[in-house]
């Protein structure tokens, strides 16, 4: 990967320390770039564009961010490809814990899923009283769906909620976009389709869509973001004092409070919550 040992050329040496804001992590200097492999909601949402300046100006490093699918993200990570991995797909990211693969698996922060579709919502989502019955009404056929079918965190979770309705979809109404959530959300909105979707992404785009929620709060729609770093002794070239920083960071007091006002501006409420240091959500954490 030329490209990638390019990126990492040298950079000016900063100690990382508690002065800098960085919740006290002094792991040494962090002298290359930082790989962080992500998921798509967390770039198409803008969350990622207010925090990676922060950071870098704080490390007087450079972040190299790979968007993907949570599923390609952990891949990544899984081979030693990425620095540090921020990602939502929590079944997942244990499995690779248990596996030494990963280590310091952190809460960061928590937002939800819920499903759009078209203004008229022609399969009468809005009225459903369960989230079975709302997979249901989808699974009959009559209105177009979008799948982002990209193994990421979403299309993990669209997968469950799909059997444990009992429903294999399939047929001209199941569209299989391969593609992040963004551009599923565009895809959705251009065919009149419903699909699944976290709350952060689609606040972000919803001026250039013709979507609207027609189901939320469902427990099983929680979504939840953890930052994870490969384990420096199973990849030993990968840069893991700068990915301790930026996990580090994003667990900081500080970046904390930026994630919980991120939003609030322009969509007059937070794309996401902040989580870091407190328990393992089980259900939507209360309202502040």
């Known amino acids: 990967m030329n490209s990638d040992r390019s990126f990492r050329r040298c950079l000016p040496a900063l100690l990382i320390a508690v002065g800098v804001g960085l919740n006290g992590s002094a792991h040494g200097q962090v002298t290359r770039a930082v790989i962080l492999a992500t998921t798509t909601s967390t770039q198409d949402s803008g969350l990622l564009d207010s925090l990676v300046p922060r950071f870098e100006a704080r490390c007087k490093c450079r972040v190299k961010t790979v968007a993907?699918?949570?599923?390609?993200?952990?891949?990544?990570?899984?081979?030693?490809?990425?620095?540090?991995?921020?990602?939502?797909?929590?079944?997942?990211?244990?499995?690779?814990v248990r596996e030494g693969t990963f280590i310091n698996r952190r809460l960061v922060m928590v937002n939800d899923f819920i499903l759009v579709g078209p203004p008229g919502d022609p399969a009468k989502l809005k009225g459903s009283a369960t989230l079975s019955e709302a997979m249901g009404k989808l699974g009959?056929?009559?209105?177009?769906?979008?799948?982002?079918?990209?193994?990421?965190?979403?299309?993990?979770?669209?997968r469950s909620l799909w059997k444990s309705a009992g429903i294999t979809p399939a047929g001209d109404w199941y569209i299989e976009v391969g593609q992040g959530m963004g551009a599923t959300l565009r895809i959705a909105s251009e065919k009149e389709a419903y699909t699944l979707t976290d709350r952060g992404t689609y606040l972000a785009l919803r001026p250039t869509l013709e979507l609207e929620t027609v189901f939320e709060g469902a427990p099983e729609l929680l979504n939840v973001y953890h930052v994870m770093e490969p384990n420096p002794d199973v990849f030993p070239n990968t840069n893991p004092r700068g990915g301790r920083a930026f996990a580090d960071f994003m667990v900081s007091p500080s970046t904390q409070a930026l994630i919980g006002r991120f939003g609030v501006g322009r969509f007059g409420q937070a794309l996401f919550r902040p989580a870091a240091g407190t328990r393992e959500p089980a259900e939507f954490p209360a309202a502040n």
């Open 68 to 96: 993907v699918g949570t599923g390609q993200a952990l891949a990544l990570g899984a081979r030693g490809e990425a620095d540090v991995v921020l990602v939502h797909a929590p079944a997942l990211e244990k499995k690779y």
């Open 140 to 158: 009959s056929g009559k209105a177009p769906f979008a799948s982002r079918a990209d193994s990421s965190g979403t299309d993990i979770l669209e």
